[in-house]
């Protein structure tokens, strides 16, 4: 016997895949599963799925406010086991986070037993605790029913669950997000008190268009449980319309005299169940530590005897007592500054609705709650207008079938079941044995299917005591309860009365929880620490880079002291700051300056003028000739920075100057140019060309001279400002100055000057037109409005006032065109290729007066 020949298995071919396309892919995947299914809350409800699997089993299993707790693991063996199949420490710890007042202003679990407590204890095992729910946790289960929300089914297909619940009350604007990680989102919202936030939403019920501002006069902030203060209210409007932000909240403090002791009584948020952790943090923060190498480190804040926590169930008291002399107030004001009793809150506002991911502002939270409780509303009145109609159905049916009683009896004395009964109520089929008095009414039945059923269910002793006038009298009101329904479903201002209605009925519920956290406007904390006295500080640089700085002035030197800085400007004009009170003064010939600022090698000039309230000017001489002013304090900056940045990299600088006092000539070898006629600019700007560029560096130096006065411009009718050209495109206005000092921006002049002026504007992409300024006049004081074509950057404004223009472009290419030639155009004009080209980027322009170039069309490339 031979054996059948097997066939050949297919050897499947290996297939390639793109591995990092596969791996976002599918990590895109995972973070949206993460983000829908577990870490955020949605805004209609306020909870997070496995905060929902947990309340809808209790309210599924009866286990409200009014009935017996249960065990927490019996409980949350339920919940993994239908709804949410995730590991059961924690589903537990969900469960306890639900019932922790000193977390959620409105629990809505109440456990029997340790559920932890706001000094860092842990919630004793589910199989020592018992929960149920709370009023507010009840209140979930109003109108929760299949079709007022959606149910889906749960993960093995074996239970349908409700993909929402038919929360009335804003719950997640009380209780806050303490935490919500997804992969690439983080949310937390800060609690409210409960009456507060319904009082809020009440209003804007009533007043649907209220403003931000007129919502926060009800409910001022965040209450915290914990209580403290928020000491900086001026942001939060800003927070609660953008749905992000930093609220700063500070602990309560007080200082007791006659112990010498401050006692802390509430923390901030964050510390809401870590109230130990805290403590350990004081007291390290004021006792002397040991570090790695066994080496004794001072205590971070001196003055302290020692940190105690008296803290009981009656409230927190963390008592800090003070070393003899220390002044209790200023001890405040250092613990603040440096522990985290003042701290900031992030607030980042995004939550799902729908699974959808969004940042919410205030406005835009209530405007969807406010959707779902139509929503709410309307399903359910629409499943009771279908119960109404179903009822008004078989009303009807028992109405006509009461004039019919007779025959009705004779047809279920002959039906042999109940079907056959229905089959002559809705066809009029005759039965062997009716009656032939009855056969003409019995075939002209057309009862429904609805009102056959429910007549053929009817037992026969009552067909006889169908009461006509008491079924009339139900239709009547089965009508009345129909036309109420209807206008639920289709009338959405009469719905939402009903939706205020029902609210102030939940509030009446509420308890009576005063606020705990108060508001208020104050500057962070800060350390009170002697001023050290300035020290006079003379700086000098010589040609090789070297400088000076000592407590004696020398040849060159300025003069200034230990609490200013220095500012070197490099080729490309960047200042770098040296801050002297951060060196020490030098010997000899000095120190080099690359050795002082890391990163600097090369250095045009410096200055000791950089100062907030500095009137003092800087001149800036570029290599090609170009001329400007700038005001020092623009290279101002709060915070020590090292590199002060301008734009003018592709712009060399020759040579950096301070203005004297009291001059108004500089001279430029032989050259003499009045100050008023070198343009005054911001950090970016490029100065104008005063003067032709040569090899050789100029020898610059300061004169005072009579010159002739400016003749007076008269000033024409109407208000007056200063219009600010930026290079994307906007006007900016300053109704408030004429004064240009401290002004930054492309263009800069008096609003008067600009409508009487004809610009030229110049587009990095190579266009360019002249527009009449009055294009630009506005009939009030506007703060800004549109300059040019939407997407058009500016590379350069100025007046149309040169015979012609010189176009520079990357490898040193340049072209020379006639102004005149530019077309008049209107603000929103693109411009005309003017020096538009695909082989090289335009750089700059500048005036044509003194260039040997040839004047060409605007056609020919640049060479």
Known sequence: MTKKKQPEQEIATPQ??????????????????VIRERALPDVRDGLKPVHRAIVYEMLQSRILSSHKTVKVKRIVGNVIGKWHPHGDSAAELALDGLSQEWINPLPILYIKGNNGSIFGDTPASGRYTEARLTPAGDAYGHNLKEGIVPYVPNFDDTEKMPEILPAQLPYLLINGITEGIAVGVASTLPPHNPREVVDMVLHYLRKPKSKTEELLEIMPGPDFPSGATIINKEDLLSIYETGRGKIRIRATLEYDEKEHAIHVREVPFTFSGSVDALVAELVNATTETVNSQKKKVPPKITGINSVNNYSDKNGIDICIELARGVNGQEMIQTLLAKTRLEVPITVQFAALNAKQLHLYSLRRYLAEYVDFQHEIVSNEYQL??????????????????????????????????????????????????????????????????????????????QLNRLDTQKLVKEGQEIQKAQEKARKMVEDRSYRHKEIIRRLEEEKKKLPDTPRKTRIISEAPAKVSIAETPAVDLYV????????????????????????????????????????????????????????????????????????????????FLFMDGALRRIPMKQYWTKTRATKVKTQTENHPLAAYQDIPEDINVVLFDETKIPLRQIPQTGRSGNGTKLLPEKEEPYTISFTKEDLPEEPERKKPDGFDGLAIFTEDGKLNFDWSTLDTAGQEGLYITTYQDLIRETLLFVHTDGTAKRVEGSQFAVKTKRTSIAADKDGVK???????????????????????IKVSDISMQGKTGGGVRVFYTTKYTLLSVESGENSDLPVVSFATLPK
């Open 16 to 33: 390639e895949a793109d591995f990092n396309s596969r791996f976002k892919s599918n990590f895109y995947d995972y973070g949206m599963s």
């Open 384 to 461: 009771k207008l279908e119960e109404l109609n179903r009822r008004a159905e078989i009303l009807m049916g028992h109405i006509i079938a009461a004039s019919y009683i007779d025959e009705i009896v004779d047809v279920v004395k002959h039906a042999e079941n109940r079907a056959q009964i229905e089959d002559v109520l809705m066809h009029g089929t005759i039965l062997p044995g009716t009656k032939k008095s009855y056969q003409k009414t019995v075939s002209s039945f057309q009862f429904t299917p609805l009102q056959a059923e429910a007549i053929s269910g009817r037992p026969l002793y």
């Open 540 to 619: 000098g640089m010589d040609h090789y880079g070297y400088v000076r700085i000592e407590g004696a002035p020398f040849d060159g030197s300025q003069k200034t002291d230990s609490k200013s800085r220095v500012g070197f400007f490099d080729a490309t004009g960047n200042c770098w700051n040296l801050f002297l009170d951060r060196v020490k003064e030098t010997k000899g010939r000095g120190t080099l300056l690359s050795q002082l600022i890391d990163g600097l090698t090369d250095c045009i000039g410096f200055t000791t003028k950089i100062r907030e309230d500095s009137d003092r000017e800087g001149l």
């Open 794 to 816: 500016i590379l350069d404004i100025r007046p149309a006032t040169d015979e012609t223009l010189i176009g520079t472009y990357t490898e040193g290419k340049q072209k020379r």
